[in-house]
């Protein structure tokens, strides 16, 4: 049995398990794998379903096109009250983003919400997720517009970081309004990030 793989079962408290098993498991694009450990996600021991999204979304990263079938799944643990589960839903989902566009933008909405009011884990993952959508030319404009309000309200900590993710799907269209938001920031990042947001700005111009 594949659950006897994961981190709980082993009596480990790191994920090293989980990737382990998310590895053997592309290496082969081992469906039934996944069906089974699909099934323990609602399982009543929260560190089992914990480790089980997370082999599924450590799945994902690799080889999303094994993981889009369960897309239903995932979007409804956005409602869950364990944290765990929807930052683990939300990363989950921002791999499909890349094989399965249509659908997750479909929710786009509820991944806006969940960046607004969402752990930080959650707001990251769905900033990605935005980001993948952005890679389809028809929806590029409206979530570029979110992306951009996002920035421009992200904490300097976090800011180059996010800055240099969202540039890779910036259009010519909203190249003046980064422009504008990276170069009201800058004075006030640390020095290291100033340097990446004005390569940004240099790459810009």
Not at 2 to 27: C, D, M, Q, S, V
Not at 149 to 176: G, M, N
Not at 179 to 199: F, G
Request: proline letters at 1%; one cysteine or more; a positive charge.
């Amino acid at each position: 049995m594949y659950i006897n793989e994961i981190a709980f079962h082993k009596g480990i408290r790191n994920e090293e398990p989980n990737k382990y098993l998310a590895k053997t498991i592309i290496e082969t694009s081992n469906k039934e794998a996944i069906k089974e450990i699909s099934s323990y996600l609602n399982d009543k021991n929260k560190s089992i379903a914990s480790d089980c999204i997370a082999v599924l979304y450590h799945v994902g990263y690799e080889k999303p096109e094994l993981i889009a079938y369960l897309y239903d799944d995932f979007y409804s643990y956005f409602r869950s009250k364990n944290n765990r589960m929807v930052w683990g839903a939300m990363i989950a989902i921002s791999t499909i983003a890349k094989v399965e566009p249509h659908t997750v933008y479909r929710d786009r909405d509820k991944v806006i919400s969940l960046i607004k009011d969402g752990s930080v884990i959650t707001q990251v993952w769905g900033v990605y997720t935005l980001i993948n959508l952005c890679n389809v030319k028809e929806y590029n404009k409206e979530l570029i517009d979110v992306l951009l309000d996002v920035l421009d309200k992200t904490r300097d900590i976090d800011f180059a970081k996010r800055a240099i993710s969202i540039h890779a799907v910036i259009s010519t269209e909203s190249q003046d309004r980064f422009n504008s938001i990276l170069m009201k920031r800058v004075t006030d990042l640390s020095k290291s990030a100033q340097i990446k947001v004005k390569k940004l700005i240099d790459t810009s111009n």
